[in-house]
């Protein structure tokens, strides 16, 4: 069954999750009631971390009309529902640990989420990159980092027929006609130029790539200060994760496909790691913009640690989840805490994926590229 919320979902700078390994793309997600004794380490978590990450939701849910239905009704449906605890969360934002624990498990049923009965599920992570990059080109900043094109358009299949929720097809409009718009390689080899989209040029072909799989990034400049830069639109060709391809042709295991191997391997090959790159179709535009971090589709600035990127086909967007997971790594140390959907990603499809946005910088990059865990989760959704 479907769990929508697409009306809560603002217009927002969506990362995108890391590369991974193909999952199940699809499923029927069914919730199954529990009790809060049952969360495997509940009563560890400081719940007080994220709190303010659900109050960010709250801000946007008070935007939405208070009449409006949401669909499925597995929950209370209306926005309307939504707001009594949103106020109560305010209330108990400054209360101690057990305070905020109780605001929680009285406002709140958790049900375990599971994919046909399947309860184990993939979890990554994603992260703010850095690069270094110029507002002109020279020799050393080569690679544009584009715009939004003017003819590039969206559109929602839903609108047409019930059957095609979810589905969001792009291209370009010629002679009043959709047509596919350039892929990855077609841009890369110019098709483009002289239309004024370059924002900013980056020094490497390699970053900017992965640029493209997190969405979302810092650009730092000559002079030492930093852009910050987000998701503005994509071409609307398949995402095509590299990784795969890697392992497809012998070069890498399975076991050892992470962002890490895959940026190693793209350094010490540069002319076929631009060859492999651009097996890649899909292609993102971006925007400048200023805010203290970058913007999930909920349109809220992510919290590190505590926003997670799911499918909107099955989880609302604003919902606390409880997350039970391991950390990457050989120690397999639990990662168990509270969660909040406010962010999708083109990589991640089904009613168990999620994506946990891990932060900014080059250890951010380190855990994320790492992340290929298995895991659980469990909805809260208001009793």
């Not at 030492?224 to 071409?235: D, T, Y």
């Not at 989840?321 to 639990?334: A, C, F, M």
Request: aromatic share 10%; glycine share 10%; charged share 20%.
């Amino acid at each position: 069954m479907a769990l929508l919320l697409s009306l809560l979902a603002a217009c927002g700078l969506p990362l995108i999750p890391t590369e991974q390994p193909a999952e199940i793309p699809w499923g029927d997600l069914r919730p199954t009631l529990t009790s809060f004794d049952e969360l495997p380490g509940w009563k560890g978590d400081r719940l007080s971390e994220a709190l303010p990450a659900f109050l960010k939701s709250c801000a946007k849910l008070k935007t939405v009309a208070p009449d409006v239905t949401l669909e499925p009704k597995l929950a209370p449906s209306r926005i309307s529902d939504w707001l009594p605890i949103c106020a109560a969360a305010a209330r108990v934002q400054s209360g101690t640990e057990t305070e905020i624990r109780y605001f929680f498990e009285s406002h709140f049923l958790p049900y375990r989420a599971s994919n046909d009965g399947q309860a184990q599920g993939l979890f990554t992570g994603y992260y703010e990159a850095e690069l270094r990059g110029a507002w002109q080109p020279d020799t050393t900043y080569q690679y544009p980092i584009y715009g939004l094109p003017k003819d590039l358009v969206s559109i929602d299949l839903e609108k047409f027929t019930p059957k095609w929720k979810g589905e969001v097809i792009s291209g370009r409009l010629r002679n009043n006609k959709i047509i596919p718009f350039p892929t990855r390689a077609e841009i890369n080899q110019g098709v483009l130029k002289g239309q004024q989209l370059e924002l900013l040029w980056v020094d490497s072909a390699i970053d900017a790539f992965f640029l493209h799989i997190q969405g979302s990034g810092r650009v730092v400049l000559p002079d030492g200060s930093q852009v910050r830069i987000g998701f503005a639109g994509r071409n609307g060709h398949r995402y095509t994760p590299i990784g795969r391809e890697l392992v497809a042709k012998g070069i890498l295991n399975s076991d050892a496909v992470s962002m890490q191997t895959i940026q190693a391997w793209l350094e010490a090959n540069p002319l076929a790691g631009l060859r492999l790159m651009d097996l890649n179709k899909s292609y993102i535009f971006f925007r400048i913009f200023d805010g203290d971090g970058p913007i999930g589709a909920q349109g809220v600035v992510l919290t590190p640690g505590r926003s997670l990127a799911v499918d909107r086909t099955f989880i609302p967007l604003g919902a606390p989840i409880w997350l039970n997971t391991t950390e990457p790594g050989k120690s397999r140390k639990p990662l168990r805490r509270l969660v909040i959907a406010q962010d999708t990603g083109s990589a991640i499809k089904g009613p168990v994926r999620g994506d946990l946005f891990v932060g900014y910088g080059r250890a951010a990059g380190i855990m994320a590229g790492a992340m290929k865990q298995r895991g659980s989760y469990y909805l809260l959704l208001p009793k």
